[in-house]
């Protein structure tokens, strides 16, 4: 018997996610963009900010982002690695109050602010509820991440995007998940006047049955889902514990097996 853990929900064989910092006023185009072409975005606020120029306000958080993920980008954006762990704490934990009393549910991602951490910032964040954080160093490739705590994406979306968008609908490396992860910032494409790039990539790569459109705490619940799976020690029977479906590759074919559902295979 042969098991692979290589699928996404209903048996998809690639999964694409965005994630986008800040909050500025250009993050309306944006979601309209994304909306528009089925994409799934995370985007990372600063608590704050909102309200303040150039930044959207708080009062329209909740619809505008609706469909898509908020997430931690602290309170105030300051390089953590130069603030006491007191602050540390203060930054991570008011945005995430500030951030939850707009959308009505648990907030549990980050990403960076400037891309700086530290090993010390890295341990302290499932303190404070932080199931992942996002970096600012890209690898070109398609993997998930060994450590959700130190997420790696794929490029920054000035970052031969077309290009990489056509080798990841081509890529067909067997046995892995295959993940794109694409990062930026909205106001980048208003000062460089390249608002047309993020169009056509969402064109390319909208509509595609292989590809799983999600947020990064879909992703992140996903995969510890399928990293929570129970085996028997001869390999024929899996338990999952989680309480979402997930699918594995038997023997080349797609199973699902449900939440809190013992199969045999």
Partial sequence: MNIKFDLFPHGKTKALTMSYDDGQIFDRRLVEIFNRYGIKGTFHLNSGNLGKEPFVSPDEVAQ????????????????????????????????????????????????????????KIVDMLPGLGIEYARTVTSHKDFRIPDNFLTWSPTCHHNDNLMEMGRRFLEYK????LKLMYVWGHSFEFERQNNWQLIEDFCKLMSGREDIWYATNIEIVRYIKALRALEFSAKGDVIYNPSAISVWLKVDNQPVEIKSGQTVRL
């Fill in 173 to 176: 490396y067997e046995g892995k």
């Fill in 64 to 119: 505008l982002y609706h469909g898509h993920e908020v997430s931690v980008h602290t309170r105030t954006h300051p390089f953590l690695d130069c603030i006491p762990v007191e602050a540390v704490v203060e930054e991570i934990m008011e945005d995430r109050k500030a951030l939850e009393s707009l959308v009505g549910y648990p907030v549990k991602g980050m990403s960076y602010p400037f891309g700086v951490y530290n090993q």
